[in-house]
């Protein structure tokens, strides 16, 4: 008697990346697991992304081939449209510029056959540069909140998954290593508007499919994560943007708050607790970084509603630096 296996939508969302786009198309089509179809989606690139895909598109996995007239500006929701067109159990959003192993959704897809509580599993991701260049891991990524956690395999409940990791940060680097249930995708939907869902929008969503279910994580890495200098994170990081991203880090906050109230997981009063403190660490950064832009009314506006955090950190920061001393 055949096992049926359950069939994967693999959305690959473009924007003018063709420099990358047949190492990441071949990554998808040559993988060991069979039942997958694939929705390409281009959000009117302006280089040869079109013709490149066009090709591609003759592949008989291919169930959609959708060129957009005109660009959205925000690639979530290209992420939106590819989820409502999926026919899949599972939802992989490959990214146009990351690529990955030819066994990836095989080996990150159990968890989910295993147990049907998890919602969402992701595996540790690569480094690779412009040059497809292996640099080094993700893992680095959460050894501040927890060095070994992220050592090997797990299955965690999604609430506490929350309240130790994601409610800090995005944990999960990148969408292209994350496979998702569909139908804890269409439960919720996504919530915020265009300016948060632009930074934000795969953290807010695996806040979503997350509570009160289960998270799966493989430790090895079958994705690989390119970082190159026009990528979204990279621009994150620049120092001229991380007042507005702090900005709308809060924003977002204050909706991922809201969001886990009307869903009630037992340990909300503590996810606040630890979202507070998140909230006094992103205040402490922007005190710096607005000092350093010589904004000094700001900063000390932003000061005197941390006063008693920033003591705490310098005072940590003064022992650490006379124990070195030592």
């Known amino acids: 008697m055949s096992t049926v296996i359950p069939l994967v939508s693999v959305l690959v969302p473009n924007y003018n990346h ?11 089509f040559n993988q060991t697991y069979s039942n997958f179809e694939v929705i390409l989606l281009d959000d009117c690139s302006t280089d040869n992304s079109r013709e490149i895909l066009s090709k591609y598109a003759l592949n008989d996995k291919v169930s959609h081939c959708v060129f957009n007239e005109k660009n959205s500006g925000n690639t979530f929701k290209q992420w939106q449209k590819g989820i409502d067109l999926a026919k899949g159990d599972f939802i992989w959003i490959a990214e146009s510029d990351d690529f990955c192993s030819n066994n990836f959704i095989e080996s990150v897809i159990k968890p989910l056959i295993e147990d049907e509580n998890v919602a969402l599993s992701y595996c540790q991701s690569n480094r690779v540069n412009q040059k497809s260049e292996i640099t080094g891991t993700w893992k680095n990524h959460t050894d501040d ?37 569909k139908n804890a995708i269409t439960k919720t939907g996504f919530f915020g508007n265009d300016n948060i869902l632009k930074y934000c929008g795969d953290w807010q969503l695996y806040f979503q499919v997350l509570v009160n279910n289960k998270v799966g994580f493989v430790a090895q890495c079958f994705n690989n994560f390119r970082y190159h200098s026009e990528s979204v994170i990279a621009n994150a990081v620049k120092l001229e943007n991380r007042i507005s991203i702090i900005a709308i880090d809060f924003q977002m906050r204050d909706g991922m708050i809201e969001f886990l109230k009307t869903k009630k997981p037992s340990n909300l009063e503590t996810i606040c607790v630890n979202n507070q403190n998140a909230i ?4 402490y950064e922007k005190v710096f970084i607005l000092l350093k832009n010589k904004q000094y009314g700001k900063a000390f506006f932003v000061f005197l509603t941390i006063f008693s955090f920033f003591i705490q950190k310098y005072n940590l920061k003064k022992r650490i630096l006379l124990k070195l001393k030592n």
């Open 18 to 28: 063709e420099k990358y786009l047949k190492e990441r198309l071949d990554s998808v």
């Open 145 to 181: 909140l927890d060095v070994n956690q992220f050592e090997n395999d797990f299955v965690l409940n999604g609430n506490l998954f929350i309240e130790k990791y994601l409610i800090y940060k995005n944990v999960i680097p990148n969408a292209s290593g994350v496979l998702m249930r």
């Open 280 to 283: 006094k660490v992103l205040k």
